[in-house]
């Protein structure tokens, strides 16, 4: 099993680390990284472009702007039993006062993704376990 290093040593040029400050501020994302783990008889995911970023005290919502290695609704992603898939996704910012939201699939059945009351951090950056 690879190891896993939580807090990576990384070099990056002054002037560099400085633009990207700038622009994650400018840009305000929210990135939010999920891994499944999928049980005896494996399962199959997607997203649904209505899925969003719900901010538990105000009427605000992020959209979501960008996925990447899960399929978006209707095409599914097949996770093979006992297996475990990591997916990211991408939301606009949320409000500079949120201090918890929900990460809501907004759909027409059931079993939609959910997580509710998720502390806000500094980094805007999240790892949830389905």
């Not at 005896?40 to 995911?45: D, F, K, R, V």
């Not at 538990?56 to 898939?85: D, G, K, M």
Request: proline share 7%; charged share 15%; hydrophobic share 40%.
């Amino acid at each position: 099993m690879p190891e896993i290093i939580q807090s990576p040593e990384v070099a990056i040029h002054e002037e560099i680390r400085n633009q990207l400050k700038t622009w994650i501020t400018s840009e305000g994302q929210v990135i939010v990284h999920c891994l499944c783990k999928a049980g005896n008889e494996g399962m199959w995911l997607r997203i649904w472009p209505t899925t969003y970023l719900l901010d538990c005290h105000s009427p605000h919502r992020s959209e979501l702007l960008f996925h990447e290695n899960i399929t978006a609704y209707p095409h599914w992603t097949t996770v093979l039993p006992h297996h475990q898939h990591q997916f990211t996704l991408i939301f606009s910012a949320l409000p500079s006062d949120c201090i918890l939201f929900d990460l809501k699939e907004i759909i027409p059945q059931s079993n939609g993704f959910e997580f509710v009351s998720i502390p806000r951090n500094q980094t805007d950056v999240y790892l949830l376990h389905m």
